[in-house]
């Protein structure tokens, strides 16, 4: 695997194990993800007559009207309107950065902004893992698992600003990462499909530990059992 290949595939997959471990161990932010996602499915699909099947009439693109049923995936639309997964996504990558540290290679002699001199051919390392997990950047509770942390008050938006040093899980500047936007849309539409349909629970006897390399995987894996949610009873 090369490494746009390892950078585009393996950081979606490695984050998206991340948020589920995270949510499937935190009952709170696993309801308010469903309720958000059902509340948005109910206010754009509706719900027929006897409850088991909940469908939705839309304009098709050629103008024709189509019967989409609830099993359909989420329009674009719909998983932008997801503010709480988003919130949840950001959290997650805030604690577990894809790519845990970033390299960089000094070709001649430097001094940084803070008067640290760098002389040529030093690394420089600059630990994301660290970074979202100090107290002096995110506060006291910065170890905890907290969604709610990237939003306005009323939670309907996404009020802390997700660019910036700060938070660097797709690193700033010239060599941002290309796949940021995309990275959510393709986060957010299996995370949402997967948690409509099913709960997921923790398998006990696995252990979930991390395994920091180029990206920041999980040694073992992630193991899980699936539950089949009853989509009637949330719809
Ligand atoms: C959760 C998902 C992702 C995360 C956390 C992530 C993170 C990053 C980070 C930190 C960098 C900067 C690396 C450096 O400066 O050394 C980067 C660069 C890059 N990413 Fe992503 N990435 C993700 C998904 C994707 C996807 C889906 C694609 C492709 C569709 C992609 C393509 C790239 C490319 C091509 C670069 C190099 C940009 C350059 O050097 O100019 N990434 N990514």
Redesign the pocket.
Known sequence: MDV?EE???N??A??ASWFFWLVMNDSHVEKKIVDEISTILKKNRGKDGDGSKVTNSIESPCGEETQECIEEPLSYEEINSLVYLHATLLET?RLY???PR???YVTSDDILSDGTYVPAGSDIILS?YSVGRTTSVWGEDCLEFKPERWLSGDETKIERRENGYMF????EG???????Y???L??KSAASAILLHYKLCPVLWSQVVPKPFFTLSMKNGLKVNLKHRDLAAIL
């Not at 660097?168 to 690193?171: L, R, Y």
């Open positions: 746009d950078r585009g595939h950081s979606v490695t984050s990558l950065p894809s790519f970033i390299v960089r994301l660097a899980a797709f690193n010239s060599r941002t990462c290309i796949g940021k995309l990275s959510f393709e986060m």
